[in-house]
């Protein structure tokens, strides 16, 4: 049971980084990138940031080392608003790796998503695309329920609308840590059906089949 994601057909590995409070360090993540790398993994998906907005060169030769081991780095952009990415997903454009791709948070009108009137997701020169994530409903290992109404996006079906769900099968956040794996698994998804993509093809397929604005 779950929900049906963007990929399938892939290998999963689930890096945990942060705590209960969602608190961590760069050391923990370069050894999660580092391990990713160790495992031959193709994607990552980086739904996680720096509250400060600070380089970090460990950090950015750690996934300078992913971008050497042919592995695309797709991180969400931050959630503050701002006219730039939060960093990791700021390594791609102003610091050149490649490998990165930088993801900005839609909502159901393919717009800028708002938490709030005085906060939304950060955008700019170093963000490359925007997907959806406003009200994504996702897997959360607890024992609660959670009213899954009003939701933004229309489907074929009514999924759980105004139903009392436990919320260990299902949650609906918001968010570019929802938008990024978005992307992640598009590019996974790709890379199954032709594992000879390399990550700069990957890369540009995906950025030439978004909308221009």
Known sequence: ???AGVCWNVSLMALRILDSDGEGSVNDAIAAIDYAIAMGANVINASWGT??????QPLFEAIQRAEAAGILFVAGAGNDGYPWAAYPAAYGRYYGLNNVISVMATDHNDNRAYWSLD????????????????????????NETDAMTDSDYSTDYDVLEGDDVPVAQGRSISGTSAAAPHVAGAAALMWSVNPNFTH???????LRSVDKT
């Not at 700019?124 to 925007?130: F, P, S, T, W």
């Open 1 to 3: 049971e779950g929900i």
């Open 200 to 206: 700069t093809q990957i890369k540009q397929l995906i």
């Open 119 to 142: 906060s939304a997701s950060n955008y700019g020169y170093d963000v490359d695309l925007g997907a959806p994530g406003m009200f994504i409903l996702s897997t959360f290992p607890t």
């Open 51 to 56: 509250y400060d907005y600070l380089y970090s």
